[in-house]
T-cell receptor, first 110, second 115 residues
Framework: EDQVTQSPEALRLQEGESSSLNCSYT??????LFWYRQDPGKGPEFLFT???AGEEKEKERLKATLTKKESFLHITAPKPEDSATYLC???????????FGAGTRLFVKA | EPEVTQTPSHQVTQMGQEVILRCVPI?????FYWYRQILGQKVEFLVS????????KSEIFDDQFSVERPDGSNFTLKIRSTKLEDSAMYFC?????????????FGPGTRLTVL
């Protein structure tokens, strides 16, 4: 069964303290992996799509990487405005459904 | 920048009543989705819609749910007889036709509260 597991559930950082969020996935054939940011009471906001192992994408302080079993979202020198829940998702094998992980809640303190 | 819009932002209804949640997808997108997120839980897939028909639905999407694209711009989710457990955020999403893993863009959501 396709699965997405994110860790840690919550992460508290000081401003400027770099760290990484993990997304482990189990799918029969990976057709892509998505990272979204979600603020409380809002819809998921697209960040990155990764398609193959070894691929990396960057946006401001965020960098997403992909291996055959997991993806990492690296946050460099985070700011308080980076506080949000970060969601990882993969397309279900052979269908249109997208499976989301439970997310990592990131808190960045000034 | 094009975006997905949803109305209303918050809907309060009595158990057993029908509700219709509305979405306007990005204009050149052809694939449409509904998801829900119960407070504190994962985003869950409900249904996908393409070429005026349902392409896939989850176990959650039972006979109480229906979707429709009544015109060239709107995409609706109807819940015929709401239950307490239908209380959740409902998100609409759309994507273009360039590939099965093309990015889905989400709307801001409708918070449904069933009393």
């Amino acid at each position: 069964e396709d699965q997405v597991t994110q860790s840690p559930e919550a992460l508290r950082l000081q401003e400027g303290e770099s760290s990484s969020l993990n997304c482990s996935y189990t799918v029969s054939g990976l057709r892509g992996l998505f990272w979204y940011r979600q603020d409380p009471g809002k819809g998921p906001e697209f960040l990155f799509t990764l398609y193959s192992a070894g691929e990396e994408k960057e946006k401001e302080r965020l960098k997403a990487t992909l291996t055959k079993k997991e993806s990492f979202l690296h946050i460099t020198a985070p700011k308080p405005e980076d506080s949000a829940t970060y969601l990882c998702a993969v397309p279900h094998t052979g269908g249109f459904k997208t499976i989301f992980g439970a997310g990592t809640r990131l808190f960045v303190k000034a | 920048e094009p975006e997905v819009t949803q109305t209303p932002s918050h809907q309060v209804t009595q158990m057993g009543q029908e509700v219709i949640l509305r979405c306007v997808p990005i204009s050149n997108h052809l694939y449409f989705y509904w998801y829900r997120q119960i407070l504190g839980q994962k985003v869950e897939f409900l249904v996908s819609f393409y070429n005026n028909e349902i392409s896939e639905k989850s176990e959650i999407f039972d006979d109480q749910f229906s979707v429709e694209r009544p015109d060239g711009s709107n995409f609706t989710l109807k819940i015929r007889s709401t239950k307490l457990e239908d209380s959740a955020m409902y998100f609409c999403a759309s994507r273009s036709q360039t590939g099965p893993t093309d990015t889905q863009y989400f709307g801001p959501g409708t918070r449904l509260t069933v009393l």
